[in-house]
């Protein structure tokens, strides 16, 4: 029997007691990230979750390439359905399985997958909270070397309505389609030449959602303290610099129970796009 998720977030303890569990898996989404701005770089962190270690079971998803859009002008770029089922069925996630997605990094790389998943209608899936580096800090065992995945069968439903695009927020801009706008990007990652942020953004980077000491997420009456300026807010649009950060505060927004969250996928990189020439 599949262990039972109560909420999107998992803590380590959890996960400690349900390892091994039957349909239980475990998935490191783990992204290596290098430069600022323009300059930054992302790549798998396979290496890092073979040589380095990771949770007993675990394995890997590559966020890069297996599970956004190939060709995209934008990394991160979600895929289409089929690429989606094609990569975490080669997971062994079926549509049986509880999954539990963690990261190395603040959680924007679990989050993205765990948005991802929710997206394509797959609600038995949530992150660790405080991801491999509580883990690691509570002394938990570590195991090194590459897991092989059991191949399995996944199939996704319609792909929910989770995604803004560029016309969604022009709507929420210029007021005919009303929506909060968040930023989860640290200005500090944007280097030197930070990008003007969406006419009416509420910034909330992801450094004010996650305590710094313990890399968990803050519980939920300081989080509300947080977002109070969009909890009333009818529909909230989430965005960063590419999409990924966004699906952190998009996950703490979930916490808080608002049930109309999007996320921007492609954020400020699309936004800050000359847009296309009107066809005469």
């Avoid at 979750?49 to 995209?72: R, T």
């Avoid at 895929?79 to 549509?95: K, T, Y």
């Avoid at 800090?137 to 439903?157: D, N, Q």
């Avoid at 969250?261 to 936004?271: F, K, R, T």
């Amino acid at each position: 029997m599949s262990p039972l998720l109560t909420s999107p977030l998992v803590s380590t303890q959890w996960l400690a007691d349900h390892l091994g569990s039957d349909d239980l898996v475990v998935i490191d989404a783990t992204v290596r990230t290098s430069g600022i701005g323009r300059g930054t770089r992302w790549e798998s962190a396979h290496d890092a979750y073979v040589e380095d270690g990771h949770v007993p079971g675990a394995v890997f998803a590559d966020l890069v390439d297996d599970l956004s859009a190939p060709g995209a002008s934008i990394p991160f770029t979600r895929p289409d359905v089929a690429r989606f089922e094609r990569a975490v069925s080669a997971l062994g996630v079926s549509n049986g399985s509880t999954v539990v997605v963690y990261d190395a990094a603040q959680g924007e790389w679990a989050s993205r997958l765990w948005w991802l998943f929710r997206s394509f209608g797959f609600d038995t899936v949530a992150v660790l909270d405080g991801g491999f580096g509580k883990w690691s800090r509570e002394g938990r065992p570590i195991r090194l070397g590459a897991l092989a995945p059991r191949s399995s069968t996944f199939l996704a439903t319609e792909e929910r309505p989770m995604w803004a695009d560029r016309d969604r927020v022009e709507r929420a801009v210029d007021g005919s389609e009303p929506a909060a706008l968040v930023c989860a990007a640290d200005e500090r990652a944007f280097g030197p030449a930070v990008p003007e942020l969406i006419p009416g953004t509420t910034a909330i980077p992801i450094d004010r959602v996650i305590d710094e000491d313990t890399n968990a997420f803050l519980r939920p009456r300081t989080l509300s303290t947080v977002f109070a300026p969009v909890l009333d807010a009818p529909e909230v649009v989430t965005y960063c610099g590419v999409g990924t950060a966004a699906c952190v505060d998009a996950l703490a927004l979930t916490v808080l129970g608002h049930d109309h969250v999007q996320v921007y996928d492609g954020s400020l990189a699309d936004w800050s796009r000359a847009p296309e020439p009107v066809a005469s």
